[in-house]
Protein backbone atom coordinates (compact mmCIF):
# COMPACT_ATOMS: atom_id res chain seq x y z
CA UNK A 1 0.00 0.00 0.00
CA UNK A 2 2.77 2.24 1.07
CA UNK A 3 4.61 1.90 -2.62
CA UNK A 4 1.10 2.36 -4.47
CA UNK A 5 1.04 5.88 -2.75
CA UNK A 6 4.33 6.98 -3.11
CA UNK A 7 4.01 5.17 -6.57
CA UNK A 8 1.09 7.89 -6.99
CA UNK A 9 2.49 10.46 -5.45
CA UNK A 10 5.72 10.58 -7.42
CA UNK A 11 4.22 10.02 -10.66
CA UNK A 12 2.21 13.64 -9.50
CA UNK A 13 5.13 15.27 -9.29
CA UNK A 14 6.65 14.13 -12.18
CA UNK A 15 3.99 15.27 -14.23
CA UNK A 16 3.55 18.56 -12.67
CA UNK A 17 7.01 18.89 -13.51
CA UNK A 18 7.32 18.85 -17.08
CA UNK A 19 4.89 21.55 -18.33
CA UNK A 20 7.13 24.18 -19.09
CA UNK A 21 10.15 22.72 -18.44
CA UNK A 22 12.88 23.80 -21.08
CA UNK A 23 16.00 25.63 -22.25
CA UNK A 24 15.83 29.49 -24.02
CA UNK A 25 16.04 29.13 -28.02
CA UNK A 26 19.70 29.99 -28.66
CA UNK A 27 21.10 27.46 -26.21
CA UNK A 28 23.75 25.61 -27.85
CA UNK A 29 23.46 21.45 -27.25
CA UNK A 30 26.39 19.27 -28.66
CA UNK A 31 25.45 16.87 -31.64
CA UNK A 32 27.91 14.72 -33.25
CA UNK A 33 28.27 15.04 -37.10
CA UNK A 34 30.44 12.61 -39.09
CA UNK A 35 32.28 15.20 -40.88
CA UNK A 36 33.15 17.51 -38.14
CA UNK A 37 32.77 15.79 -34.90
CA UNK A 38 31.46 17.36 -32.24
CA UNK A 39 29.82 20.68 -32.91
CA UNK A 40 27.51 23.47 -31.42
CA UNK A 41 23.79 23.48 -32.77
CA UNK A 42 20.81 25.75 -31.25
CA UNK A 43 18.59 23.60 -29.52
CA UNK A 44 15.56 24.83 -31.75
CA UNK A 45 17.41 23.54 -34.99
CA UNK A 46 17.57 20.04 -33.58
CA UNK A 47 15.42 17.58 -35.19
CA UNK A 48 14.44 13.83 -34.45
CA UNK A 49 17.44 11.03 -35.40
CA UNK A 50 20.54 13.93 -34.60
CA UNK A 51 23.00 12.31 -33.03
CA UNK A 52 24.01 14.15 -29.49
CA UNK A 53 27.05 13.52 -26.91
CA UNK A 54 25.82 12.50 -23.45
CA UNK A 55 26.36 11.84 -20.17
CA UNK A 56 26.07 8.14 -19.81
CA UNK A 57 26.98 8.64 -15.91
CA UNK A 58 28.59 5.53 -14.10
CA UNK A 59 28.47 3.42 -17.48
CA UNK A 60 30.97 5.90 -19.83
CA UNK A 61 30.77 8.82 -18.91
CA UNK A 62 30.36 10.26 -22.30
CA UNK A 63 28.29 8.39 -25.06
CA UNK A 64 26.11 9.41 -27.94
CA UNK A 65 21.99 8.89 -28.36
CA UNK A 66 19.64 10.20 -30.96
CA UNK A 67 16.99 12.85 -30.66
CA UNK A 68 13.68 10.84 -30.07
CA UNK A 69 11.43 14.18 -29.92
CA UNK A 70 11.67 17.97 -29.93
CA UNK A 71 9.06 19.71 -27.48
CA UNK A 72 8.35 23.36 -27.61
CA UNK A 73 6.26 25.40 -25.05
CA UNK A 74 6.33 28.27 -23.19
CA UNK A 75 7.22 29.47 -19.32
CA UNK A 76 9.41 31.79 -17.44
CA UNK A 77 12.91 31.45 -17.30
CA UNK A 78 15.86 31.94 -14.89
CA UNK A 79 19.73 32.62 -15.39
CA UNK A 80 22.53 30.16 -14.00
CA UNK A 81 25.55 31.94 -14.61
CA UNK A 82 29.10 29.47 -14.19
CA UNK A 83 32.76 29.72 -14.20
CA UNK A 84 31.63 28.02 -18.19
CA UNK A 85 28.81 30.21 -19.84
CA UNK A 86 25.42 30.89 -18.84
CA UNK A 87 22.22 28.66 -19.01
CA UNK A 88 18.93 30.45 -19.47
CA UNK A 89 16.37 27.36 -18.43
CA UNK A 90 12.94 27.18 -16.79
CA UNK A 91 13.09 26.16 -13.25
CA UNK A 92 12.03 22.99 -13.37
CA UNK A 93 14.25 22.03 -15.81
CA UNK A 94 16.40 19.50 -14.01
CA UNK A 95 20.37 19.79 -14.06
CA UNK A 96 22.95 17.58 -13.53
CA UNK A 97 24.44 19.15 -9.82
CA UNK A 98 27.80 17.47 -9.08
CA UNK A 99 28.33 14.86 -6.63
CA UNK A 100 24.17 14.78 -6.06
CA UNK A 101 22.87 13.89 -9.51
CA UNK A 102 20.06 15.97 -11.05
CA UNK A 103 17.61 18.34 -9.32
CA UNK A 104 15.48 21.40 -10.68
CA UNK A 105 17.39 24.21 -11.73
CA UNK A 106 15.41 26.46 -9.41
CA UNK A 107 16.91 24.58 -6.16
CA UNK A 108 20.06 25.49 -7.19
CA UNK A 109 22.09 28.16 -4.95
CA UNK A 110 25.59 30.26 -5.53
CA UNK A 111 28.35 27.61 -4.75
CA UNK A 112 26.80 24.72 -6.40
CA UNK A 113 28.89 22.61 -9.04
CA UNK A 114 27.13 21.58 -12.00
CA UNK A 115 28.60 18.67 -13.98
CA UNK A 116 29.97 20.65 -17.24
CA UNK A 117 31.92 18.71 -19.91
CA UNK A 118 34.83 21.00 -21.66
CA UNK A 119 35.01 19.99 -25.48
CA UNK A 120 38.05 21.07 -26.24
CA UNK A 121 39.50 19.03 -23.46
CA UNK A 122 36.86 16.43 -24.00
CA UNK A 123 36.36 15.52 -20.53
CA UNK A 124 33.93 16.01 -17.45
CA UNK A 125 34.38 18.80 -15.06
CA UNK A 126 32.68 20.83 -12.32
CA UNK A 127 31.71 24.40 -12.28
CA UNK A 128 30.73 26.72 -10.02
CA UNK A 129 27.31 28.77 -10.48
CA UNK A 130 28.43 32.19 -9.48
CA UNK A 131 25.23 33.94 -9.88
CA UNK A 132 21.16 32.99 -10.53
CA UNK A 133 19.75 35.73 -12.13
CA UNK A 134 16.27 36.51 -11.82
CA UNK A 135 13.05 35.56 -14.00
CA UNK A 136 13.81 36.81 -17.23
CA UNK A 137 10.26 35.92 -18.36
CA UNK A 138 7.76 34.31 -20.43
CA UNK A 139 9.83 32.87 -23.51
CA UNK A 140 9.49 30.23 -25.74
CA UNK A 141 11.35 26.61 -24.20
CA UNK A 142 12.36 23.84 -25.90
CA UNK A 143 13.43 20.53 -24.89
CA UNK A 144 14.22 17.46 -26.46
CA UNK A 145 13.40 13.36 -25.39
CA UNK A 146 16.93 11.90 -25.66
CA UNK A 147 17.12 7.56 -26.24
CA UNK A 148 19.73 5.48 -23.55
CA UNK A 149 21.00 8.17 -21.24
CA UNK A 150 18.01 10.48 -21.36
CA UNK A 151 20.52 13.19 -20.87
CA UNK A 152 22.52 15.92 -23.05
CA UNK A 153 24.89 18.77 -22.97
CA UNK A 154 23.46 22.40 -23.38
CA UNK A 155 26.18 24.85 -23.06
CA UNK A 156 28.23 22.49 -21.91
CA UNK A 157 26.13 21.47 -18.80
CA UNK A 158 24.53 17.88 -18.29
CA UNK A 159 20.62 18.40 -18.69
CA UNK A 160 17.94 15.89 -18.31
CA UNK A 161 15.35 15.17 -20.95
CA UNK A 162 11.66 15.54 -21.07
CA UNK A 163 9.11 12.68 -21.30
CA UNK A 164 10.56 9.90 -20.24
CA UNK A 165 8.64 7.36 -17.93
CA UNK A 166 8.36 6.60 -14.67
CA UNK A 167 9.39 3.17 -14.54
CA UNK A 168 12.11 3.97 -16.91
CA UNK A 169 13.24 6.75 -14.60
CA UNK A 170 13.01 5.08 -11.42
CA UNK A 171 14.81 1.84 -12.80
CA UNK A 172 18.14 3.54 -14.13
CA UNK A 173 18.24 6.14 -11.09
CA UNK A 174 16.37 4.41 -8.05
CA UNK A 175 13.39 5.54 -6.17
CA UNK A 176 15.95 7.40 -3.53
CA UNK A 177 17.06 9.60 -6.69
CA UNK A 178 14.11 10.27 -8.03
CA UNK A 179 12.80 11.24 -4.93
CA UNK A 180 16.07 13.49 -4.10
CA UNK A 181 15.37 14.66 -7.76
CA UNK A 182 12.17 16.44 -6.82
CA UNK A 183 13.31 17.59 -3.32
CA UNK A 184 10.13 16.12 -2.27
CA UNK A 185 10.46 14.17 1.14
CA UNK A 186 7.69 11.35 0.40
CA UNK A 187 9.46 8.38 2.52
Known sequence: MRFNVLFVLLFGVLCSSCQSDGLMAGTLVT??????????????????????????????PISSAAVIKTFRSHGPV????TGDGILHLSSDHLVYLSGMGFVRAGSLKLGDSLLYFDLKRARF???VITR???IIGEQTLYNLEVDTWHDYLADGLVVHNKNESLVELVQFWGLSACLRLFNKDLL
Open 31 to 60: KLNSEMGAVQVPIEKLVPGDTLLVYSGKYG
Open 132 to 134: IGP
Open 78 to 81: ISIK
Open 125 to 127: ISS
